[in-house]
């Protein structure tokens, strides 16, 4: 847990400045909140309770794709302009 904890932060660090105290706090709230369920999970279901969902969702891509579900074609992002550049004509003048 804590070596996931660290790669974690130096992921979250890795971005920069902007905002990374927020990344970090939506990280930990993440683990402790999974932390939290796992514990209610397996005092209640025990261990096929826990590793139920895990193997649904390592599961499921490979079985969608067997199914023949494709996913949507990535769309091409918008450009923005911004400053100067965006006023002027095209061509290049003004």
Same mark, same amino acid.
């Given at each position: ?13 890795? #971005? &920069?400045?902007? *905002? ?8 930990? =709230?993440?683990?402790? %909140?999974?932390?939290? !369920? +796992? ?5 209640? #279901? &025990?261990?096929? *309770? ?8 390592? =599961?499921?891509?490979? %079985?969608?794709?067997? !199914? +023949? ?26």
């Amino acid at each position: 847990m804590q070596s996931g904890t660290v790669a974690n932060r130096v992921r979250i660090h890795s #971005f &920069g400045a902007d *905002g990374h105290n927020r990344l970090d706090s939506v990280s930990m =709230t993440c683990a402790y %909140l999974g932390t939290r !369920l +796992g514990t209610r999970t397996y005092g209640r #279901f &025990g261990r096929a *309770g826990v590793c139920a969902p895990i193997v649904a969702l390592f =599961t499921a891509p490979s %079985l969608l794709r067997h !199914l +023949g579900v494709r996913p949507a074609p990535a769309r091409e992002p918008a450009v923005r302009r911004t400053g100067s550049a965006a006023c002027r004509p095209p061509g290049g003048a003004g």
